[in-house]
Every structure is written in C-alpha cells, then in structure tokens.
C-alpha cells in the first residue's frame, strides 16, 4: 500500500493503545444507546477500531477495512446514525490518511470513505441525506487538517527513522569493537600463557638435571614452575570466558609490557605527537596480563592523541603503588573529533580494565584537550 516506507519502523504503542480505545468504546456504546442486533455490531465494531493500529504504517489499507466495516454492519440492520464512535473512528482514520499518504493515496483513501459513507447512511429509515453531508462535512476537515500537516508529520517521521537507523549502526559498530578487542585480549592471553609454559617446561628440566647431581637444588626450579604455573593459572580464569571464537593462527611473539614504554614513547614522538613520559613510584613486577593490558591502554591512549590532537603535547605518566598501577595519558588541546564519542579505543580500553576489576576515566579536561586515566589492580602472583 502507498505510503511512507519509514513509517513501518515507528515503534507504535500509542497507535495500539488509541485502537483498542475505540473499539472499546465503540463496543461499549453499543449498549449504552441500544444498537443492535448485537451478534453482528459488537464484532464489527471491534474490528473496526483494531483496523486503526495501521493508520500510519498502512493508512489506505486501514481507511478500506474501516469503512467496508461499517458500511457491512449498515447493510446488515445496524444503524450508524445513533452511536458516536463510527464517526469519531472515520475522523481519526481520514486525518491520519490525509498526514501519511502522498496526495493522489490520500484522495483515494477519501474517495473510500466517501463510497462506504454514502452506503452506510442509503440504508437510514430516516435523515439519510442529512447524515451523508453531516459526516462527509466531518470526516473531509480531518482529511484537510492531515494534509495541511503532511509535510511536518514526513519530516517528523523521517527524523525518527533515521536516529533509530544511527543508532542501531552505532550499537552494531560498539558490538564489533567488542568483539575485536576480545580477540585481542584471548592473543593477548595465549602469549602470556605460552610463555608461562615455556618457563615451566625450561624448570622442569632444569629440576631434572639437578636432581642427578643434587637432589636439595631441585626445590628452586621446583618452587619456580610453581609460581610460574599459579600466575598463568590466574590468567586463564580471569581471561577464559574471552577466547576467540574463530581458529586464526596465534602468533608467538613476546608480547610488550610498561617496561617497553619507553620505545613506544619513541615511536610516537617520530610520528608527530610530542611525548613527556613519566614514571612515579617505585616499579615493581605485576601479573602478567596486568602488565600488558597497562601496556596496551597507554599506547591506545597515545593512538587516539595522535588521531585526534595531532601536534598537542602529550603527557604519559605511570603510577606505582601498593594497590596497583595507574596509566594517566593526558593532551593539551582538542581536535575536531577528541570527544571520542563511541570510539573503539576507549570500548577496548574499557574492556581491559573491567577484565581486573579496574577503574577507567575518561573525557574532556576543563581546560581543554581529553584525558585518560585507567587504574589496574596488582592481583593475583606477579
């Protein structure tokens, strides 16, 4: 049926709550005014009023149900002159067929309810022609007033539509990152789990060897694969529920931690993005994969300066304590998209710390530029 493509999208639970309004009261009515017979008017009264649910997704559809409806029940011995509610419907359904149908659709869905008028009130013992111009005269001021608002309601829908397309783009393109990152993250973990592994493989046989010569030197390779195998441990239950789904080969390479800051620091000075690194505290070991998801924010942190700010100084601080470590990234001014309004580094960078149990701030600084701060904490055996 002619009519608005978008309009089938608008969720619609007025238009359900206005159609078995109507039909509530239309069937309600029947009794109040003593219209019958009752088998025949009380259903299709109710289908009438349901027929409205489509006003705007299938407005001339809903304008042929409506008056074949009524202009049947006339035909079978129902009158239409005494209740209110075939009229009030028709208003509702020729004004909303006057706002959602393109003109020659909208003059159809007139000229239907000028046919199922003209047969509903032939049938009246009395007053037939008086209530034919009464309710054309009613039902056309609809019409007119829905055509007069065509166009604010087209762009009103039109509006409509397309936040919920942006949107449901939006979720679909935050989901993927999701997904990516957690691909990420499970490389990440297969790298730390196999060279966890390779530690211990390389103890035990160092354990080996030296239980030949002296039996007491095997407790240090020993208790190493034991602190070894505990870390990885912590590891995988901490990661497993994030390995990829697909079979991608794993690469092997040794994965980078804040120890490796330095060179990253380099990197992004030659590409533009003046860097002031600092480290506060005392360093110490950490976990593995704490070490390395620290590692990570701090270069998605300078990726999204160097996208977004590029040539604004750079601040990279990294906090040790007793509690954890904490990777501050902050730049002095904003570029034309710093807000990062659903970027994909700040959904990873999230990701990481709320595998730890961390904290991630991030936004706008008061005096302009954008600032990152994640803290991790040091659980589990370093």
Not at 257 to 262: G, N, S, V
Not at 373 to 382: F, R, S, T
Request: hydrophobic share 50%; proline share 6%; with cysteine.
């Amino acid at each position: 049926m002619p009519g608005f493509p978008f309009a089938a999208r608008v969720r619609r639970p007025g238009d359900l709550a206005l159609a078995l309004a109507l039909a509530a009261f239309g069937v309600g009515e029947l009794w109040a005014v003593h219209v019958g017979p009752k088998p025949i008017a009380a259903p299709a009264t109710a289908l009438a009023g349901i027929a409205l649910y489509w006003r705007r997704p299938r407005p001339l559809a809903a304008t042929a149900a409506l008056f074949a409806l009524l202009a049947g029940e006339s035909l079978l011995g129902v009158s239409s002159n005494k209740p209110d509610s075939p009229l009030l419907m028709a208003l509702v359904c020729l004004y909303s067929a006057g706002a959602y149908l393109p003109l020659r659709a909208a003059a159809g869905a007139l000229a239907l309810a000028v046919a199922g008028i003209a047969v509903s009130t032939a049938g009246q013992s009395t007053n037939g022609h008086s209530d034919f111009v009464f309710t054309l005269v009613v039902v056309s001021a609809g019409w007119l007033v829905g055509r007069g608002l065509h166009g604010r309601v087209r762009q009103t829908a039109q509006l409509a539509a397309r936040t919920e397309r942006l949107e449901q783009e939006r979720e679909a393109e935050r989901l993927a990152a999701i997904v990516e990152e957690r691909r990420r993250i499970a490389r990440d973990l297969h790298d730390v789990i196999a060279h966890s592994v390779s530690v211990m493989v390389v103890q035990a046989g160092a354990a080996e060897d030296a239980f030949e010569r002296d039996p007491a030197a095997v407790l240090e390779p020993m208790r190493a694969v034991q602190e070894t195998g505990r870390a990885a441990l912590v590891e995988i239950s901490r990661l497993l529920g994030l390995l990829r789904e697909d079979g991608a080969e794993l690469g092997l390479a040794p994965q980078p931690r804040l120890a490796d800051l330095a060179s990253l620091v380099e990197s992004a000075r030659a590409s533009g993005v003046p860097v002031d690194l600092r480290i506060e505290g005392t360093a110490r070991p950490l976990p593995l994969g704490v070490d390395l998801s620290a590692y990570r924010i701090a270069q998605e942190a300078l990726t999204n300066a160097l996208k977004h700010a590029a040539g604004a100084p750079v601040s990279l601080v990294v906090r040790y304590g007793d509690g954890g470590v904490e990777v501050a990234v902050e730049n002095d001014r904003a570029g034309e998209e710093s807000s990062h309004r659903g970027g994909h580094g700040l959904v990873g960078m999230r990701e990481r710390v709320a595998v730890f149990g961390g904290t991630l701030e991030a936004g706008p600084r008061p005096g302009g530029g954008f600032r990152v701060v994640a803290h991790l904490p040091a659980v589990g055996p370093a």
